[in-house]
Every structure is written in C-alpha cells, then in structure tokens.
DNA sequence: CTGTTAGCGCCTTCAA
DNA sequence: TTGAAGGCGCTAACAG
C-alpha cells in the first residue's frame, strides 16, 4: 500500500458540516439522540453528514472519556496442543461471532499467564493498557489448580469468564460441556442398539479410574435402565503397547467402549482390528470431540461433537452483558452446553452370539 | 468480580510523585528519556513511582494523539470449516507470538468481509474505529478472486498482509506454504523407498486435474531422477463412490500416492484396505496437514506439516516492522515457508512384485 | 431541543 | 535537562 496520510474527519468536522454543535452529532453517533430528544429531522441532517464526510468515530478517543473501550481480552491458558488442534479454534469462533454481536471486540493473549520478575501477570498489565474491560479464560485440562491463583487475582480487578475444558467438575464455576448429557446421549445411543456391557477406555489410567468419569457413565447407565460395571476400565496406551488394551477387551468381552477422545477411539479400532476384532460387528466404539479426520476413518466415528461454538459465544456474551450492566460476573453454578452426536459407522447392533 | 473502581493512577500522578513533570514521565515511559538526555537519576526515580504506584499507560489516550494504536486486525477470509479444523488456529498462534513480540496486539475479525448496504466493507469500517495500524488477511482456497476487490481496496488505506492457503499461485504475492519444497520432499522420501510410479489423488477432479499441482509434482519428480505420469491422477470421492477410485488404483497400479489432506489419505486408506490393498505393503501414501488424528489411524500417517505458526508469525512481523518503518507491505513475491514431513507407517519400500 | 464548556490521559513543541 | 501549555477526538454536564 502506498502511504496516504489521508486524515479522517473529526466529529467536529461532522459537526460543522452539518451546522449543528458536536454534542448533538457525538449523541447521534451513539444513538442516544432518541433519549435526548433529538429532531428527526436534526438526525437526518447528521446522518447525511456522516456518510458524505465518510465519518467513523474514534473508539481511542471515546475510550479516554468514558473509560470504556469495548474490548475484552481472550487468554489461553492451554497448551497449543489443546488449543491448536482441539477444542481452542471453535471456542475462538464462538468468541469472534458472540463479541460482534454485542457491538465489542476481542484482542487475543496467548502464554502470558506466566508471573514476571516482580510478581505480577502481563496479562493485566496488558488489560490495564489496553482499557480492556473484562477476559475470558481458556482453563486448560489438569490446569485448574495452576490457574486459580491467576483467577482469584484477575477476579479482584475485572470481571472474567471462564471456559473449561475439564471433565471433573470444575473448582469455579464456568462456561463447558454438559458432559453428563453427553454421556447420556451416548450412552442412550449404545443401549438403543443393545448394549449393556459398555465399557471406558482412555489413555490414562488416571483418567480411566477417575471418579468424576466412572459416576457420569454410571449415573447415565442407571438412569436408562443398565447397569455400569466398574470391571469395564480400559487403559488405551500408546501404539507399542496396545497389545494389553486389545487382551483387556478380549478377557472382558464389552459390547461397547466409550471414550473421551477421538484419537484414543481411533487407536482403540486401529489395534482390536488388527487383533481381528471388528468394529462395529464385535465392539461398538465412540468418540468424542468430532475432529476433522473423524469422518474419515473406517469406519467412520461415531463422535459426540462438543458445542465450542456455542460455548464461546455464551462465554463471551454473558461476559459483555456483565460489563454492560454492570453485574457480577460471576455465576452461581456452571453453564453447561449440550452438543449432539454425531452417529456414523463405529457403532452397531450389539452382537447376536453375546447379547 | 466486585465491582472496584479504584482509578489507575496517571501519567500526572506519577509526575507528581516522582517530583518532575510530565513531559518527563512520558518520555521515561515510553524509552526516548535516553535520546532527550533525561538524566539516569531522574529516570530512577521516575521508575520508581511508577513501581509504587503501579502505574499503566494509558493506551487508549496515547493512541489519540499519536494516533497509533499499536493494534492491527486479523481478518478471516475463511470458512468456518476450514479456520476451524484446519490450518487457520496455527496461524493464530503466530500471530499472537509475532504481535507480542513487537509489542503489538490484534484483534480477530471474522466473518466481515462482506460488502453492506452501502457498499461498504464493515472490515475497513471496523479498523478505522479501532484504529487499526494495519490487516492481515487469511485467505481462504479457493476463494482468492473473491477477495480481489476487497484487498485492493483495503490496500489503498491500511497496510497489509495476505496468508494464503491455496496450492496455486497466488494472484498477489502473499505469505504461504512452500508447497513446492514440500511436494519436493514428500517425493523425495517416496523416492528414496524405491517408488517410482507416484500418482496424486485429491477429492475434486479440478484439483486433481489442475496444472499448478500436477506442476508440482513433474518438477520434484523430474528433479529427483524420476517421471511423473499424467495417467496417474486420481479422484478420490465420497465414501460412498469410493470402490471408483478403488478400480482406478487397481488398474494403474501406482505404488505411491501423493494427496494434498490428510482426510483424503485416510479415507484412501480406509477403502483400500477393505478391498484387500495394504498401505504401505501394496501402496504407500502421504497426506498433508498433520492433523491430530493422523497420527492415531492405523496405519499413522506419514504426512507433511506445514509450517502454520511459523507463517503467522511471519507475515504479522512483517506487517509490524514495514507499519513501524513506515515502508510499503508490498512484496516482490510471495514468501513461502518450508515445514516437514513426519514419516510415520503409511509409506514404506516399493512392493518387490511390483519394482 | 440544542449549544457551550470543561475536561479524559496523554504527547509534544517551545521556553527556560 | 526540565516544565508549562496546548491540543488530540470525544463525551457529559449544564445552560438556555
């Protein structure tokens, strides 16, 4: 581009233009020309100024007056794993869509939530320089603890929101996945098909025997009539060692498997097919996250997808509300989004010979 | 949050703290005190009361009368589908990484390239209010002509960038993938297996068919010692229509497969191995976008990531250091980034029947 | 109903 | 080397 120092009217220029004084164009401009009972017809008059002059105002300016500058800081707190590749981007979209419809926008912060040399968060140090006005706070899985002390200190300055991405329940309130519903839907899913021997799998152990997993699925087998068999605990660990996850299946027969991670049902159909178990025919698999590849494996995966769009966008909105009217932003329990799933071909009828 | 107004201290308050005047703080404040030849005493007690005070700049105020904003914006071209799950929220992180490191922020504008009532873009309207020092814009495949109009339209105003995503040549020069070096490299390590009849199969007959990608691979192959024939290019459909391409490999017997999405590769994979074809024992085939899941299908992909972050990162410093030095954002010609290719269990030695 | 006025927090000549 | 003063573009009383 060529340099063109083209200078931008000023509402004063607006003003002069349309031979009224700059506190009826700068009402106008902020449509509260209505309240203050400006004429039409004086409207008429500035609107036509303001498109032939090209007016646009000057957020900085009005930012130093009135202290607000409309714009609210996204900070990841995740791993660019997690947040390049998973849950992160659609959250962003949710964001960007929730943000313009309420006339805002959103800078994004990424990996400053470290502590500087003398003790304080660049991330608010950038929120006081920026003006900005509240921040949303992508909470990492597992990374709870590590936040909290972040979240207390940026409670006590400026409202915030979190998303999170945990399946435990979270130690503060937030924006996340009604995982209880998603389990329920899937669980739902598999019983309609026949199963009753659904199992877990994840990769970890620690995962795979937490509490907070093991009562969503068994809450979600009781409250459809089944049973959760707590024997039905599958560690799906790395490629090498799929052997002992494959005999795991073999020794205790599921019908159907549950996880919580595309990849690990990939890797779970990858190994029990080369072993010759077949999925859907032998075990039925589900996934979780509905990621791009997912439709695309054979068979296809049968996924929940996780409403990070509409995740975002409640985030951010329930956020901008709070700034606009000056609330709390805080929430008395979680909000949790219901996504849906995603039925493709991992899933089947609960084999004859076993049922 | 409750609701604190504590007032931030300002540039005066420092003033009078520190016992000089403003002009003073403000050169301090912002690193010309040495070029002013403020004295190293004064510029220690200046730091100081800003320490106790705990003093931020003022951004917004600062931006209205230098009229620098130090924001750019960040514009999406793309589809959601494609920002979302593919390669726009790497590049995001650079931009965040490139931003912070030259101590600028962006903001995220998505969805607003659309021209509005009156033939207005809401982006251009948008970074003025904001005022936004500069755009980059992400630019969806295929939909290069579209943004023509609105690139040189922003160009007249506001320096820019363009990342590109598509595999053609670019109609304007733009930061993207050195799809050419990766080509190379794919080839190369197919090459070096023995292979020697590469076909390339792509979900659309215009992509397969098209010169710029078929362009690639007679270079690589014709640079590496090798031939590559235009009788091998293959569509690669729906799952549905998938026993096609199925018939077509068979017949032509390619022993490596190029494609440009891992998807394709996977879904290849899927089908081929149904009809009794094993990858890599009878084909070996390459993806292209490391995407998550790649890595967890059986067998894991060997695929080429392309260098997302690193483009950001890229293209947004360039944007900064050409708006800082005030110089044009034109380039001479596009900059491509190399990434890698991850060798995984896809592609293997040439069959022995077949060499 | 509209205009006048006094700042918002900061930067930048210009004198001293 | 530092301070005083004016102004950036805008808003918000308040006056009329």
Redesign the interface.
Known sequence: ????P?K?PTLREVAEHAGVSTATVSLVVNGKADGAGITQATQEVVHRSI?ELQY??????S??VTGR?R?VGVV?AMS?EL????F???V??G???GA?RMGY????????LSIDE?NHFPVL??A????LEGLVLLVDIGKEEQIREIENR???????VTVQFTFAPGSTPGFRVDHKAAAKEIVEHLISLGHERVGFGARNLDVVRSESVIALLENSMAQLGGRFDRDLLFEIPQ?ERMGEFVEAIRRKRPTGLFTLY???A??A???L??AGIQVPEDLSITGYGN????????P?LTTYRPPM?EIGEAAIRHLIECIEQ?R???LESSVEMTGNLVIRGSTGPVPVSVS
Chains 1, 2 share one sequence.
Request: net charge positive.
């Open positions: 581009m060529v340099n063109i083209k931008r498109r646009t105002p000057n957020r900085m300016a930012a130093v500058s714009m990841s660019r947040f390049d590749t998973k992160g981007p659609r962003l979209s964001f960007a869509r313009r926008h959103f800078v994004f912060l990424e990996d400053i003398t140090k950038t006081s320089e920026m003006c940026i409670s006590k300055v400026l409202p915030n490629k595309d990849g690990e990939v890797r159909i990858g190994a097919r080369e990621f791009p590849l997912s439709k695309e494996v054979t296809s769009v000056q709390d932003t805080i």
